[in-house]
């Protein structure tokens, strides 16, 4: 029964089965991951951190965080009940079950597959007798929770997230379906779906309304493929074609004009990828060639201008959103884990639509560089933002009250084995290099293979090819562009070594030439058991440079090798990375750290150090950086982290000698890990910069909070300067109403400074408040939160 249900569907997307309907589908067929069984070191030792940690902990929070007392109290309504948390908290139950499914399809859990049913129970239980099943509102319907309106789906469009919801409960009861055989949260599911269907929609009587965020239009395309339904199919239609002719038409959610018009990707960037996604497969079902166009055209965009060198999307916090076009900052980047598999998701489907290899670029540097990052290597800390740099005011933190990013890392991970190969008749496709044991389907007949490699730490793979009996078929190797010179399809990153690597392939043991054609290494032959294919790709560090209208790393690069983005963090070097420039013609040792954060090749290289002396002249040191993977920072505790190094004097950042602000000690209202930030010597360029490091009192709003320095010894202070972050329109902080200045007298009061110049309070600009020489050991500043609003400061220095 598993067997057949594989073949159905497959994790992300649409299967054969739909052949016998009205489309052919995806031109390209994805292999089930239940066909894959991983038993690589480096994904194995993920697959096992999921399995063992990660699924067992996000239901745990789910318990512990009252996931599941929502259901109940929703099985139970009542006005009394206070309704709290996020609208979309029944989501973080969804995807934890649909990670848990796909980890049982490789390792069959009993006990756990007992557990799931019990959870399934009580969202049965939940349940509204029309299939309406949105716990914010059905556990007290006279005070649901205020993002949900009074009515169904009256904030759909805006914070109620009741088609979020059912586009998630989707995805994790197919996966359960899959993995089980069982149809109980699948018939919950489809209850739901047949409600949405009856009750949104453009006919007299139904809400006229889209999702204000997506996954509905891809989950429902899905549950078409698996059932047959054309309804469902019609459903993600309608609310992608609707989209633009709405209520709210906002660029954060997509919905600033109709879905066939957009080419830039804008807003909320997790959203954008979902639709997208979303887009490709109604596209798939339907043959709506300008759906194809339009999301050719948005990727265009996000890899020519918007994508960052770690394969992360979203450069701003400002709405989890997208920037304007080259906007890719570093120390402030978003890059939510969330959007990375978004773009993971997207690229995929836009590989099984035209069969480039090129998509798979892209999804191969999202997935080993800024999606893993987003999850500790012990499965149990997670990034919701993956910045490029720090100062240390960025932890992996144990979960998060909005758990979106844990729970859908926790569903992702369990998937990857259904990346690795795809099929086309009898094309056999080699997407992603991982050592695996897999059964596949080529031309109806049953291919095995055996793949054995170290990738990503060397370039060499071995395929053995198992027919049942001789056979016919096209097996196709991605090149992968960083072998071929590109680093991505497009000119937004270029390498600047000038180095030319080199592949080879060969059939048990003898060379073997193919013409590339979309990016594939074809080898067409009558196979044979036995058939051994050994690839080699070069694998050496090379050097990246950005395209000269992206501000953020002018005058900087970065380094990979393979797949992997490198950076240098703290704990590998005794001096401040963020000062360290590299040679324009650097050279690199690679060295093997078996032992190191579950074994890595770290990377070293010669640089120099620049520092001001006591004259204020600069002065030169060497020293020898080391570098790790990206993926793999901010484990061994908090401190300086960079993904891209100075290699001009124009980027340098030389050591500032000390002041009285960088060697206090720092307090404040409200204790946060950024508050270092406000010492670091960095200040904004303007008002509207965010790439450098601020700290802020938000939640507060109206009250007077403060902060302050202590020194070692009594120091002779007569200014002080402040800059302030003020991130209006869309952000949480303001300037404040006012600040006053203190000094801590030798009886141990606070006392207001003489100051000999005004107080002034503008954003953008250096606040510089000047006052009678006092004699001290600390300063404080007193201010006064605008009403509704925090504020933040950039930098605050002491004179």
Known sequence: MKNFLSLILVVLCLSANAQDKQTAGYPISPVPFT???????????????????????????????????????????????????????????????????????????????????????????????????????????????????????????????????????????????????????????????????????????????????????????????????????????????????????????????????????????????????????????????????????????????????????????????????????????????????????????????????????VLERTLYNGLISGISLDGDGFFYPNPLESIGQHQRQAWFGCACCPSNVCRFIPSLPGYIYAVHDNDLYVNLFMSNTSEIEVDKKLVSLTQSTKYPWNGDIELEVAPKKKQNFNLKIRIPGWVLGEVVPSDLYAFT??????????????????????????IGRSWKKGDKVSIHFDMEPRTVKAHPLVEADQGKISIERGPVVYCAEWPDNDFSVLNAIVPQKPKFKVESKPDLLYGLNMISTDVQLLSYNEAGKIEVKDAELHMIPYYAWAHRGSGEMAVWLANEISASRPVQQPTIASESKIDASHLVKAISSINDGLVPKDENDRTVPYYHWWPKEGTTEWISYEFEEEKTVSSSTVYWYDDAPWGGCRIPEWYKVYYKDTTGEWVAVENTSDYIVKKGIANELSFKPVKTTAIKLEIKLPEKYATGIFEWSLD
């Open 497 to 522: 070594d000038k180095k030319k690597l080199s592949y080879s392939v060969k059939v048990n043991d003898e060379t073997v030439e193919s013409e590339l054609k979309d990016g594939y290494f074809t």
């Open 35 to 361: 066909a894959v069984k991983v038993t690589d070191s480096f994904w194995g030792q993920r697959l096992k951190a999921s399995r063992e940690t990660t699924i067992p902990l996000a239901f745990s929070k789910c318990e512990e965080t009252g996931r599941y007392e929502n259901f109940v109290h929703a099985a139970h309504p009542s006005d009394t009940i206070k309704v709290t948390g996020f609208s979309f908290d029944d989501t973080d139950v969804y995807k934890t079950i649909e990670g848990a499914s796909y980890s049982m399809q490789t390792y069959p859990d009993p006990k756990l597959d007992k557990y799931i049913d019990s959870v399934l129970t009580i969202v049965a239980a939940a349940q509204e007798p029309d299939g309406y099943l949105y716990t914010s509102r059905t556990m007290n319907p006279a005070h649901p929770h205020e993002w949900a309106g009074e009515h169904r789906w009256e904030k759909e469009e805006d914070l109620s997230h009741e088609l979020y919801d059912l586009g998630h409960m989707i995805e994790g009861a197919i996966a359960h379906y899959q993995a089980t055989g069982k149809r109980n949260f699948l018939d919950i599911s489809e209850k739901f779906a047949d409600c949405a269907v009856r009750e949104v929609g453009p006919n007299p009587g139904q809400a006229t309304v889209v999702p204000g965020h997506q996954i509905a239009e891809m989950a429902m395309a899905k549950l078409y493929v698996l059932t047959g339904k054309k309804e469902y199919l019609d459903f993600a239609k309608y609310l992608l074609d609707e989209r633009g002719h709405t209520t709210i038409k906002s660029e954060y959610s997509q919905s600033h004009r109709p879905v066939l018009e957009q080419d830039e990707a804008v807003g909320h960037a997790v959203r954008a990828a979902y639709m997208y996604t979303g887009m490709a497969d109604v596209a798939a079902l339907t043959g709506d060639t300008a759906y194809i166009h339009a999301i050719d055209r948005i990727w265009d965009n996000i890899v020519g201008k918007k994508l960052y060198i770690t394969g992360g999307i979203g450069a701003t916090g400002h709405g989890e959103a997208f920037g304007e076009n080259y906007e890719l900052p570093n120390m402030s980047a978003y890059c939510e884990t969330c959007a990375a598999i978004g773009n993971v998701y997207m690229n995929y489907r836009l590989f099984l639509l035209h069969g480039e290899s090129k998509y798979f670029d």
